[in-house]
């Protein structure tokens, strides 16, 4: 059974910086199509970044391209998220979702079945 452990959230003023990190028990980090999704009071889950199986290409939502990176470690067997120039609205919790082998859709939670246990990550504006 796959375990991911998410950290890296807290507390940061508006156009700071945070790494969240999810460490994947289980297989390599590469076997797994992994993502990152969050949720904000009030509103419904929200896509916003993957990497791909195998390969490492990535996909971002629109709303935080060109300030948020994905990243994986093989040899840490981690997924992170540099999270750069935060805005108040990317406050929430986020989550850590991983599927072993490939996706065809990446931006879809049902298509995952393991999840971290979330990290919340607050911006002051």
């Known amino acids: 059974q796959e375990q991911l452990v998410e950290s890296g959230g807290g507390l940061v003023q508006a156009g700071g910086s945070l790494r969240l990190s999810c460490a994947v028990s289980g297989r390599t980090v590469s076997d797994y199509s992994m993502a990152w999704f969050r949720q904000a009071p009030g509103r419904e889950g929200e896509f916003v970044s993957a990497i791909k199986w195998r390969s490492g290409s990535t996909d971002y939502a629109d709303s935080v391209k060109g300030r948020f990176t994905i990243f994986r470690d093989n040899a840490k067997n981690t997924v992170y998220l540099q999270m750069n120039s935060l805005k108040s609205e990317d406050t929430g919790a986020y989550y850590c979702?991983?599927?072993?082998?490939?996706?065809?859709?990446?931006?879809?939670?049902?298509?995952?079945?393991?999840w971290g246990q979330g990290t919340q990550v607050t911006v002051s504006s």
């Open positions: 979702a991983a599927r072993r082998g490939p996706l065809l859709v990446y931006n879809q939670q049902g298509n995952y079945p393991y």
